[in-house]
């Protein structure tokens, strides 16, 4: 079970979300996504920090299919949420364009 899983420096709230995703993924709750989000705020970064934690065990435990299918959930939750990238080109002209 991935749940096991030791790193370096753990994060309550990223645990937090790993362990209601892992929870939610076996419950195949239609509206587990959107309870993720909730769960982090709409935090983008929360999200982000869950499923790194869940990738990083799932890469050393590839046939860890409870830990694939959660990870699946965090990408569904994320992909719901706006994704603002500060080097895209249309920020980066609207913000030094001459008035």
């Known amino acids: 079970m991935w749940l096991a899983f030791a790193h ?3 994060s309550t709230t ?3 979300i790993a362990l209601e995703a892992a929870s939610l993924a076996r419950d195949s ?3 587990a996504a959107d309870k993720l989000i909730a769960l982090a705020g709409g935090e ?3 999200l982000e920090a869950a499923r790194d934690q869940v990738a990083a065990h799932l890469h ?3 046939d860890d299919w409870e830990a ?3 990870l699946t ?3 569904r939750a994320l992909s719901l949420l706006p994704r603002s990238d500060p080097l895209d080109w249309r920020e980066r002209w609207s913000r030094h364009r001459k008035p």
């Open 14 to 16: 990223a645990d937090t």
């Open 60 to 62: 050393a435990q590839v």
């Open 73 to 75: 959930l965090l990408n």
């Open 29 to 31: 709750d239609p509206a």
């Open 68 to 70: 694939t299918a959660t």
């Open 44 to 46: 983008r970064e929360a």
């Open 8 to 10: 370096p420096m753990p």
